[in-house]
């Protein structure tokens, strides 16, 4: 499947259940992060990816 494209992070996650729920799920200060940076952010495959490399020092 293709990854759909949005204009940032707030309509993805709006318009995308399983972007959601991985937003749904990360810490706080991961998705205060993401927030400035909301522009850059426009697919599943963004999201993840920027979730990955903000969490990988956690754990």
Do not use: C, W
């Amino acid at each position: 499947m293709a990854d759909k494209k949005y204009p940032d992070l707030f309509a993805l996650i709006a318009a995308d259940s399983e972007a959601k729920m991985l937003y749904d799920k990360l810490p706080s200060y991961v998705k205060a992060q993401m927030s400035q940076r909301a522009d850059s952010i426009n697919s599943i495959e963004s999201l993840s990816d920027y979730a990955d490399n903000l969490t990988r020092g956690d754990g």
